[in-house]
């Protein structure tokens, strides 16, 4: 097969390498659309040392089954593999087993293929009238929709009457908007710094794009970003009492005003992927239309996927997401 390989820092080359084979209770998926994550942008800026070179990065895919006890089935892969039987796993909150492992880190290598194995339990099937570009937004919204559920539960009101406030307009923040509305919540903001991008999410229902620094009090902020100044933006804005939820791992220091976050009684909460459970409810979010029309992607051909990395990171991408579509091309 051919596969999108990172082979050094800001270098993927696409290239032919053995096909995978599916082990017991595992399937074999031709893979058909695979999203850009933030994550495989640190991997390819040689910033994260859990993906370390050469690797097949890219965990946010759907395709079809061609080989294992579901073949021929559509489906969206949950990519996070977890042991099942440990207390975290037991207790539904299997995010945080400590054998989690996930496609795209060591030895599980990603979905920038023409083929990736993954076990059965975690392939959700994908009706017949879902694309499946639009089906491989599932694992990016579901750790919007893990943010909402729990930041949902942290506040002392009820999310209608909230004003919540997300920062960064990639999929992870406009997934969190979205899933934001879909709880229920009315008065939702995504601040934005690239204008390029801001005018793409002017199009999308559901929420305010903004510049950041444009609002400046909210009872829930959601951090996508995860940088030191994001934290601080986030700390400045939220309301006495109110909670900020964290997803974004931009960098892992900095930012946090905890005098404040004590005085204020602000809740803060670090929140990691999603439960099983979440990534179902999302995937059935999008296939009942719940989250939109999703029609918010750039697709282009997976032998394309250097200049692709080359282009997000020049900002040069309006859309918040870029599938990755294996081709010819």
């Known amino acids: 097969m051919k596969a999108l390989i990172y082979d050094a820092v800001e270098t993927l080359v696409y290239r032919d390498i053995p096909d995978p084979k599916p082990g017991p209770g595992q399937s074999l998926i031709r893979v058909e659309a695979s999203g850009i994550c933030g994550s495989d942008m640190h991997a390819f800026l040689g910033h994260d040392e859990r993906r370390p070179a050469p690797l097949i990065l890219g965990h946010e895919a759907a395709g079809t089954v061609i080989d294992g006890a579901h073949k021929g089935a559509r489906v969206t892969i949950n990519p996070l593999v977890t042991c099942g039987t440990c207390r975290a796993c037991l207790a539904g909150r299997d995010n945080l087993c400590p054998e989690r492992m996930i496609i795209s880190m060591p030895p599980r290598e990603g979905a920038f293929a023409e083929l990736v194995v993954m076990r059965d339990e975690n392939l959700v099937t994908v009706p017949d009238d879902v694309p499946l570009r639009k089906a491989a937004l599932a694992e990016p919204l579901a750790c919007g929709w893990h943010a909402v559920r729990l930041g949902a539960a942290a506040l002392d009101m009820p999310l209608a009457d909230a004003r919540c406030h997300v920062i960064g307009g990639g999929a992870i923040g406009v997934g969190a908007a979205l899933a934001l509305r879909a709880f229920g919540a009315t008065q939702i ?45 986030a700390s400045a804005m939220v309301l006495p009492g ?63 996927g250097q200049q692709a990395f080359s282009d997000i990171r020049a900002g040069r991408v309006a859309a918040p997401k870029i599938i990755l579509e294996p081709s010819d091309v």
């Not at 793409?200 to 100044?229: N, W």
């Not at 931009?250 to 009684?265: K, M, N, P, Y």
Request: proline share 4%.
């Open 189 to 233: 903001t995504v601040a934005e710094p690239n204008a390029v991008r801001r005018a793409t999410l002017d199009q999308i229902d559901g929420f305010d794009a903004v510049a950041p620094g444009s609002v400046m009090q909210a009872d829930l902020v959601i951090d996508g970003v995860g940088y030191a100044t994001t934290r601080a933006d």
């Open 242 to 304: 109110g909670v900020i939820m964290h997803i974004g791992l931009g960098e892992g220091e900095g930012g946090l005003d905890i005098r404040r976050i004590t005085l204020q009684e602000i809740t803060f909460v670090g929140t990691y992927t999603y439960t099983a459970q979440d990534f179902r409810d999302t995937a059935a979010a999008i296939f009942d239309g719940c989250l939109g029309p999703l029609d918010w992607t750039e697709q282009r051909p997976l032998g394309q």
